[in-house]
């Protein structure tokens, strides 16, 4: 099962580069418009072998176990079709099965049972920056700066593309749109299609009043970042607001995949961090940069114009940028008992790396300082517009060489 928002490229992963590359052939039953005929091979025996022999004749071909590969798309739309997933494990394991769905997340915790233990269930999200650079037939020069971290021939180039990275973000269509035309007009029409089918579903999977109140903290979501708080302020949603008025909107919109929600920690030098964090305090991020400037309303123009962005918006896509960059690790923020506040905290092993993020060369960082001062951790990261550089348990890392950020935690020990 992939999980995933919507566009991120779920089908076209599984039914070409999978399906494609492995399997003779793919049978992909699209469910988000179901026929009557295809509707009605859920709604009575879910039994794997009466499936099969109904999809052979529905779709008149052969469903080989060693060479067919079975894939129901959208399979949030008919509910019963992933509770036969325990019955293809159970009793027809042969079979090679995948589902994918847009809403998954959502629907796997708000409607019905799931087959625990007979599913294998993996997550997609938007392409990296190395993914980027690789789209962009750069994958030489990540090898290069992996194996040579001093190695800055390519220093020039990298924060060009990473100012590109920002702009066009990393949705699989914006990514092959860009590294084909170069046309902003046309990323912004591709930006807001997509953006638009998040707010479509918001009305098709909710009654109208979560329907307005997920629209309501959708749009907030520019607002968090311009406000030194540290946490979510239901305030910017609308004057008044109360969390229980949006809890279920927050929730909604975190399993849709849309937002990444962090918690806060108050403890920075105890293991494991899950167990210090702090439910009531959180932050919300979006799934993806480039979507993120286009609902900020972040002028192309601004980005692409050397540092003018880092300048004028104090580092407002950095965070999300970073952020972005260390997904799937669980990332979580720090506040002390002033006003000193660490933007992300990892768990590395049985290490913790407390990770600032500066949008460009003014580095300045008094919470980082406060927090090494307090815990003293072995290791901590700053990600700016400066060299890489290490300094007394200090390792700044580019924001361009973020695609190296493993290798740099390996050798920096």
């Given at each position: 099962m992939l999980e995933g928002a919507r566009q991120v490229g779920k089908t076209y992963l599984l039914e070409t580069a999978f399906g494609g590359g492995y399997f003779d052939n793919v049978l992909k039953v699209n469910?988000?418009?179901?026929?009557?005929?295809?509707?009605?091979?859920?709604?009575?025996?879910?039994?794997?072998?009466?499936?099969?022999?109904?999809?052979?004749?529905?779709?008149?071909?052969?469903?080989?176990?060693?060479?067919?590969?079975?894939?129901?798309?959208?399979?949030?739309?008919?509910?019963?079709?992933?509770?036969?997933?325990?019955?293809?494990?159970?009793?027809?394991?042969?079979?090679?099965?995948?589902?994918?769905?847009?809403?998954?997340?959502?629907?796997?915790?708000?409607?019905?049972?799931?087959?625990?233990?007979?599913?294998?269930?993996?997550?997609?999200?938007?392409?990296?920056?190395?993914?980027?650079?690789?789209?962009?037939?750069?994958?030489?020069?990540?090898?290069?700066?992996?194996?040579?971290?001093?190695?800055?021939?390519?220093?020039?180039?990298?924060?060009?593309?990473?100012?590109?990275?920002?702009?066009?973000?990393?949705?699989?269509?914006?990514?092959?749109?860009?590294?084909?035309?170069?046309?902003?007009?046309?990323?912004?029409?591709?930006?807001?299609?997509?953006?638009?089918?998040?707010?479509?579903?918001f009305r098709k999977y909710t009654d109208e009043t979560l329907a307005t109140r997920i629209r309501q903290v959708f749009d907030a979501l520019p607002n968090q970042f311009a406000k030194s708080s540290d946490k979510f302020l239901y305030g910017t949603i609308k004057d008044g607001a109360r969390a229980r008025d949006y809890e279920l909107a927050i929730e909604w919109l975190v399993n849709a995949g849309i937002v990444r929600r962090i918690y806060n920690v108050s403890r920075g030098d105890k293991l494991p961090l899950k167990a210090y964090a702090d439910r009531a305090a959180f932050k919300l991020y979006f799934l993806d940069s480039g979507l993120f400037r286009q609902l900020a309303e972040i002028s192309p123009s601004v980005i692409l114009d050397k540092n003018a962005i880092f300048d004028e918006f104090n580092g407002l896509l950095a965070e999300q940028f970073v952020l972005q960059q260390l997904s799937p690790r669980t990332a979580y923020y720090w506040t002390g008992s002033t006003t000193a506040e660490v933007d992300f905290v990892i768990q590395d092993d049985m290490r913790i790396v407390p990770i600032e993020v500066k949008g460009g060369e003014n580095v300045k960082a008094k919470s980082l300082r406060t927090y090494r001062d307090n815990y003293h951790p072995k290791l901590a990261v700053r990600f700016s517009l400066l060299n890489l550089k290490y300094n007394d348990g200090l390792l700044n890392i580019p924001l361009f060489y973020s695609f190296a950020f493993d290798e740099l935690l390996k050798e920096y020990r």
């Open positions: 469910l988000q418009n179901p026929s009557k005929q295809v509707k009605e091979l859920f709604d009575g025996s879910i039994e794997p072998r009466r499936i099969i022999a109904n999809l052979e004749i529905l779709y008149n071909t052969k469903i080989n176990p060693n060479k067919t590969l079975l894939f129901f798309d959208e399979v949030q739309e008919v509910p019963r079709a992933i509770t036969a997933l325990k019955y293809f494990y159970e009793d027809a394991p042969e079979y090679h099965v995948v589902v994918a769905g847009s809403l998954l997340g959502v629907f796997l915790r708000e409607q019905s049972p799931f087959p625990v233990g007979k599913v294998t269930t993996l997550r997609l999200e938007p392409m990296d920056f190395e993914e980027f650079l690789w789209a962009n037939n750069r994958e030489k020069i990540t090898d290069s700066i992996k194996a040579d971290h001093d190695n800055r021939l390519f220093d020039e180039l990298l924060l060009d593309l990473f100012r590109e990275y920002l702009v066009v973000g990393g949705m699989p269509e914006a990514v092959k749109n860009w590294v084909t035309h170069h046309d902003l007009e046309q990323i912004k029409t591709i930006h807001d299609s997509i953006i638009g089918d998040y707010v479509r579903d």
